[in-house]
């Protein structure tokens, strides 16, 4: 069957350490991923998208890799904040018919 | 202002009882979507837009239905609310060519309960 999975439970991290979250896939291969944050009672906010020939992308502290081979995505927070804390949802575009097929979330909190 | 503006933002309905949630865009955007979000699952999409006179369904469509009056302008119809359709709904705008290769523009949600 085909699934996308994000750890349903939420991540804990400390100030200023690098907090890394995981997006794994099984039976899809798509053409693109991208990452989202969500904050309580708002709209998902766009941060990244990244291409099935793109091993890595960044944008000021934000990095995010995608396997193919793994069929995973990762996405790391270096020299995290509290105002990171929040909800990071990933999604899978297929090229075929441009829907994007979203993970539940992770929920990540930074403690001062 | 909000560029993608939904109303109402929390609303509690009877079982058997027509509810519209309104979307409004300011983004000049093509593309509208409605989507659905419930605990512990990821957004399901519900209908989606690119232009005015094109409509489709998306994942989860059954006991749903949208009408895109403008290009800023997409609403999404429950013609008799039933419990399970208890969520969080939030419109999205994107623009067209870019597709979901670009990124989604979300309304900040409207919360329904069916009781």
């Known amino acids: 069957s085909q699934k996308i999975e994000q750890n349903s439970e939420a991540l804990n991290i400390q100030e200023g350490k690098t907090a890394t979250l995981t997006c794994n896939y099984t039976?899809?291969?798509?053409?693109?991923l991208q990452w989202y944050r969500q904050d309580p009672g708002r709209g998902p906010v766009f941060l990244l998208l990244i291409r099935e020939n793109e091993k890595e992308k960044r944008k000021e502290r934000l990095k995010v890799t995608f396997d193919t081979t793994l069929k995973q995505s990762l996405f790391h927070i270096t020299a995290s904040q509290p105002a990171d804390s929040a909800t990071y949802l990933c999604?899978?575009?297929?090229?075929?018919?441009?829907?994007?097929?979203w993970g539940a979330g992770t929920k990540l909190i930074i403690k001062p | 202002d909000a560029d993608v503006t939904q109303t109402p933002r929390n609303r509690i309905t009877k079982t058997g009882k027509r509810i519209m949630l309104e979307c409004s865009q300011t983004?000049?955007?093509?593309?509208m979507y409605w989507y659905r979000q419930d605990p512990g699952l990821g957004l399901r999409l519900i209908y989606y837009s690119f232009d005015v006179k094109d409509i489709n369904k998306g994942e989860i469509s059954d006991g749903y239905s949208v009408s895109r009056q403008a290009q800023a302008k997409f609403s999404l119809s429950l013609e008799s609310a039933i419990p399970n359709q208890t969520a969080l709904y939030f419109c999205?705008?994107?623009?067209?060519?870019?597709?979901?290769?670009?990124?989604?523009?979300f309304g900040e949600g409207s919360r329904l309960t069916v009781l």
């Open positions: 983004k000049g955007h093509d593309r």
């Open positions: 999205a705008t994107s623009d067209s060519g870019l597709a979901h290769k670009g990124e989604l523009f």
């Open positions: 999604a899978l575009i297929m090229d075929s018919n441009y829907q994007l097929i």
């Open positions: 039976n899809y291969s798509p053409a693109y």
